[in-house]
């Protein structure tokens, strides 16, 4: 039987040496949190606040070490500059100016095109859009896959019916698959009612590891769910990929709309085209009478959409039967294709379709600088 246990981890993590410090990172403190379970292993890189992605190829060079140990099924190695005591002490380095290019900027291998559906807030319904219009770009024809970048809340395992563990060769990770989309997502990599308190150097670090650590194979777009807000996750996917558009997805009410905007006015400020906005929730259809019900307001996103010469993508209902299909791990496009609800995000996807074809004409965008003027 592999005598797999975390003596045996921290002694093959003594071998790997910082080059900033030429200490292994066992006796600088750097490794915390070693945790094994069935095969699996976790732990945290520690670095200083300012040290940040610069140690990206230390936490690569833990998790491969790891990885080749005889008896270890999956590594996941992530940043921290959360600190318990004890480690190196912080290190002043010069900053990164903001209009500095970033220092991965490739796209996805095989990955024709990127788009981000995107919201200013919470509770928009952002990621029940995402995943029916992964599954409506997948019935119009494309090879589509999911990523879902909100570590915090992540919904896409439970929205796509998924559960388990990715399988993984040690290096990258084989992203799980329902209704021919390929997914990946950090609820695959923790359980369910695990509370992510992370600071803002682990969240970017693992949004950076499912980006350039899967094996997406060959796909025509993939669709990123992003966290709501603008915050740092946004800015590293941003840098890190380059997006061929994003949505943004609105209730028809002003305090959304407001947020919608600031979603709108931060993919301007990184040059990433916004191909539409979606008016989710746009009514309320009465199950007993089947007249509608404009309870959210009416037409507030195509008005916004109209004001800032953005498309406007469509409108989709408020309705019970998308609740439950959500819910359930059943998405409505994927069990009921030919209904009206589905056709609704037929229509949405066929328009960003047709724009990520003409960006796509257009040649492939490098990613984008960031500026703060």
């Known amino acids: ?31 915390q949190g070693i945790h094994i379970q069935e ?44 600190r318990s005591g004890g480690g190196p002490p912080p290190q002043r ?34 990621s029940t859009t995402a995943v029916n219009l992964a599954l409506a770009l997948k019935a119009l024809g494309r090879r589509v896959g999911l990523l879902d970048t909100d570590i915090y809340g992540p919904s896409i395992p439970r929205l796509m019916g998924l559960s388990g563990k990715p ?66 996750a946004q800015l590293t996917i941003a840098q890190k990929v380059p997006l061929n558009g994003a949505v ?7 305090i959304a709309l407001l947020d919608a905007r600031r979603g709108i006015g931060m993919f301007d400020k990184v040059k990433v085209p916004t191909f539409g906005i979606v008016e989710n929730m746009s009514y309320f259809v009465c199950p007993h009478c089947g007249q509608p019900s404009h309870i959210f307001g009416h037409g507030g996103a195509e008005t916004e959409a109209q004001a800032r010469d953005v498309p406007f993508l469509g409108a989709i209902p408020l309705h019970i039967d ?20 589905a056709q609704c995000y037929l229509e949405v996807a066929s328009r960003v379709a047709e724009q990520i074809d003409a960006s796509l004409g257009a040649g492939a965008r490098k990613a984008p600088v960031i500026r703060f003027e």
């Not at 992370?198 to 980006?211: E, F, H, L, T, Y």
Request: net charge negative; proline share 7%.
């Open 1 to 31: 039987m592999t005598n797999l246990s975390k003596q045996t981890v921290q002694e093959t993590l003594a071998k790997i040496i910082d080059p900033d410090t030429g200490r292994d990172v066992i006796s600088d403190g750097r490794v």
């Open 39 to 82: 095969g699996k292993v976790r732990f945290a890189v520690v670095v200083s606040p300012d040290e940040g992605p610069s140690k990206e190829s230390l936490r690569q060079a833990c998790e491969n070490a790891v990885a080749a140990m005889p008896g270890v099924g999956s590594v996941t190695a992530v940043l921290t500059a959360e």
């Open 93 to 126: 380095q010069k900053p990164t100016p903001l209009d500095a290019p970033p220092k991965s900027a490739g796209g996805i291998d095989n990955v024709k095109a990127v788009i981000a559906v995107a919201s200013g807030k919470g509770g928009v319904g952002k």
């Open 167 to 232: 399988e993984t060769d040690g290096k990258v990770l084989k992203p799980m698959e329902n209704y021919g989309i390929k997914c990946m997502s950090i609820g695959f990599l923790v359980e369910e009612k695990t509370a992510m308190i992370w600071r803002g150097p682990m969240v970017v670090s693992a949004i950076n590891q499912m980006i350039s650590e899967v094996k997406w194979g060959e796909l025509d777009v993939l669709v990123l769910d992003l966290p709501p807000g603008t915050g740092d």
């Open 248 to 254: 943004i997805v609105s209730t028809p009410q002003d």
């Open 322 to 341: 998308i609740r439950t299909t959500s819910d359930a791990g059943t998405p409505i496009v994927a069990t009921d294709p030919a209904g009206e609800h």
